[in-house]
């Protein structure tokens, strides 16, 4: 599975957009991007996937750049319940087994 | 519908002590995870199952640690002999990984504290 970077940490405004980065400049053509995230004391929660085209669901909005080299996750309108630990994991579709968490972004929503 | 779960969501045990953690995955999904959590650190991977294949135990961390699954259903995590430095939060989930997307769904562990 490709790296990925993503910043230490993050603070946003409750009721802004957060917009969380990653840089997945290794990504190859098969490997889809994949967001989690952890609130402090439960376990990950899968937010969005996307592949090349931009993604949308109840939870969040992916933005992937054309060269998929880096993705964007957005919260639209953050509230104090997203402040969490963001991961941004990279995998190919229908692989198998264990993900890989690297260190994340901790997103502190401020009201 | 229901999602993983796990119990106990504490165990408290004393050093040298058997512990046996408990999971209950989502029906239907064919592979289950255990990953463990210490403070302040990231996910570690411990184990995986995936249907009837031999289980992926490369990240069991010493001979003390073993884990079962009853076919597709529940699987229970077992640490013999606890130290001290098992103390964390054992985390284990569940996906259908039939070729999809294969989004892991997480229950809310237990938290093991070994005195």
């Known amino acids: 599975d490709a790296k990925t970077t993503q910043p230490t940490s993050m603070d946003c405004a409750e009721g802004r957009a957060a917009n969380l980065p990653c840089n997945h400049s290794t990504i190859s053509g098969n490997e889809y991007v994949y967001w989690y995230r952890q609130i402090h004391s439960q376990g990950p929660q899968y937010i969005i996937h996307?592949?090349?085209n931009n993604e949308t669901n109840e939870m969040a909005s992916l933005i992937i750049t054309e060269d998929r080299k880096s993705s964007t996750l957005i919260l639209p309108h953050a509230t104090l319940r997203d402040t969490a630990v963001y991961y941004c994991?990279?995998?190919?579709?229908?692989?198998?087994?264990?993900?890989?968490f690297g260190k994340g972004t901790k997103l502190s929503v401020k009201p | 519908g229901a999602g993983v779960s796990q119990s106990p969501s504490n165990k408290v045990t004393e050093k040298g002590k058997d512990v046996e953690l408990r999971c209950d995955p989502i029906?239907?999904?064919?592979?289950l995870y255990w990953y463990r959590q210490r403070l302040g650190q990231g996910l570690e991977f411990l184990i995986y199952f995936q249907g009837n294949s031999a289980p992926d135990k490369s990240g069991l961390p010493s001979d003390r640690f073993s884990a079962e699954r009853t076919g597709e259903s529940v699987s229970t995590l077992t640490i013999q002999r606890t130290q001290q430095e098992d103390s964390a939060v054992y985390l284990c989930a569940s996906s259908i990984d039939r070729g999809g997307a294969n989004e892991q769904f997480f229950g809310p562990g237990t938290r093991l504290t070994v005195l």
């Open positions: 029906s239907g999904h064919t592979a």
């Open positions: 996307g592949l090349k």
């Open positions: 994991i990279v995998r190919a579709r229908g692989s198998q087994g264990n993900l890989i």
